[in-house]
């Protein structure tokens, strides 16, 4: 529901997508969805992603990538290259992404009535 629910997918992980994240390729691709994959993520990926973003009007992301037993510093480096994404430092995000995202006005909060 990720996938079909979001603007685009954002698939971060290290070499080729396996097992689960191959598949949320998959579906995006099926969905015709926007996928961006940033293999081995380094922080210069984070201006091509920013790019990707705006290219696609993406507002809604799903963000993907290995379990942590697959890919031990996945977490760290998915962290650091939104954190490069946002233009944010990182002592500034707040626990969960979707406050990051609701919070960074790359993406604007729904105006409240």
């Known amino acids: ?15 080729r ?5 191959a598949w949320t390729a998959l ?3 099926s969905l015709k969805k926007p996928l961006y994959i940033a293999a081995t ?4 990926s984070a201006a091509k992603v920013r790019a990707w973003l705006a290219a696609e009007r ?9 379990r942590a037993s697959d ?3 996945g977490y760290e480096r998915a962290y650091r ?23 960074h006005d790359m993406f604007p909060r729904k105006k409240e009535t």
């Open 1 to 15: 529901w990720n996938v079909r629910d979001s603007d685009g997918t954002l698939i971060i992980c290290h070499g």
């Open 17 to 21: 997508p396996t097992g689960g994240t």
């Open 27 to 29: 579906c995006a691709k």
């Open 41 to 44: 993520p380094r922080m210069r």
């Open 58 to 66: 993406i507002r809604t992301l799903n963000v993907a990538g290995p």
């Open 71 to 73: 890919w031990p510093e």
């Open 81 to 103: 290259l939104l954190a490069a994404v946002l233009d944010t430092p990182e002592d500034l995000l707040v626990s969960t992404m979707k406050g990051v995202l609701c919070q």
